[in-house]
């Protein structure tokens, strides 16, 4: 049985800059909006330095609502020790029982920042993959030993295992990300790709999940940016220079997997990807406003749901 549509909005950065009210209210108008979680991206030095480390929204974000989603998407596991990350996926579980996502990706859109981590960028596929072997064992309660050309472990255990497992979503469009995904995930996390490749990725996952003795349900998702205004233009303009600021790069990179305008066009625009698969989605809306952005999410979730 499939799982069901849900719709997940980042907080964005603002919130942190926020007082601990303030906060609150923002985290309480998306919940009363009915929207199912929140995600985080997770970066060390991000380009010109900036970011937020991922554990560490999540474990605020969990005591801020009880009863809320909360989704790392994605934290950069390459660029920590497996062990350590364990014992914070195992802590932020115990915080928030049934609530929190891991969802695990390369990074790569800045090398540097890989770099000054003290890790050979060439290497954050096979290192991901070595950690996420130790990460999954550690969370099923298992005493792990492991040996790779990255991790020397022997008799390493994190107890108490979370009490309800904690789903693993694996992000990145390359093939390597949806053979990763097959192998260690419960579903694959998407970004920038057609709704025609993701259904083919889709497959390919069932495909790599069958060869490993796997049988995880699929909770395939898309993480994207969403322009949102009063009309078509005022939308596009909201996410493209959102998106600029960001990554840095002229919005023409992104406009084809991009939609922007009012909720029914966003729903409309997200729809295919239903079709393909797509089980959850993360937008980050560029709005006005954040009640404004708030509400178009809301309804796009509606609308989705309702299309079922």
């Not at 998407?73 to 928030?96: F, K, N, S």
């Not at 069958?210 to 909201?238: C, E, F, K, M, Y």
């Not at 960001?246 to 997200?270: N, Q, R």
Request: net charge negative; charged share 20%; proline share 4%.
């Amino acid at each position: 049985m499939l799982p069901p549509i849900r719709v997940g909005v980042t907080t964005g950065l603002w919130i942190w800059r926020e007082s601990l009210a303030e906060r609150r209210v923002a985290i309480d108008r998306i919940a009363e909006a009915g929207i199912d979680h929140v995600f985080f991206a997770d970066h060390v030095s991000f380009h010109d330095g900036s970011g937020k480390d991922g554990m560490v929204q999540a474990t605020a974000i969990a005591n801020l609502h009880d009863q809320l989603g909360i989704y790392a998407g994605v934290y950069l596991l390459a660029l920590r020790h497996p062990v350590t990350v364990a014992r914070q996926i195992c802590d932020v579980a115990q915080m928030a029982p049934g609530r929190f996502t891991f969802g695990v990706g390369v990074g790569g859109e800045d090398r540097h920042e890989v770099e000054i981590c003290g890790i050979d960028p060439s290497t954050r596929g096979r290192r991901t993959d070595a950690a996420l072997d130790v990460v999954t064992r550690l969370m099923a309660g298992e005493t792990v030993d492991h040996e790779s050309e990255f991790f020397s472990i022997e008799q390493a255990s994190v107890i108490p295992a979370p009490a309800t497992r904690v789903p693993i979503m694996i992000g990145g469009r390359s093939g390597a990300a949806i053979a990763r995904a097959g192998r260690f995930g419960d579903g694959w996390l998407a970004a920038w790709v057609s709704s025609r490749r993701f259904a083919q990725a889709v497959a390919a996952f069932d495909e790599q999940s069958a060869a490993a003795n796997r049988s995880p349900v699929g909770d395939h998702g898309l993480q994207i940016w969403v322009g949102v205004g009063s009309d078509r233009d005022t939308a596009r303009q909201n996410v493209a220079a959102g998106m600029e600021g960001f990554y840095k790069v002229p919005f023409a990179a992104f406009e084809k997997y991009t939609p922007w305008g009012t909720a029914a066009e966003i729903a409309e625009w997200l729809a295919p990807y239903v079709d393909a698969g797509c089980r959850h989605f993360n937008l980050t809306p560029c709005a006005d406003s954040e009640e404004e952005a708030i509400e178009t999410i809301a309804e796009v979730r509606r609308l989705l749901l309702a299309s079922e």
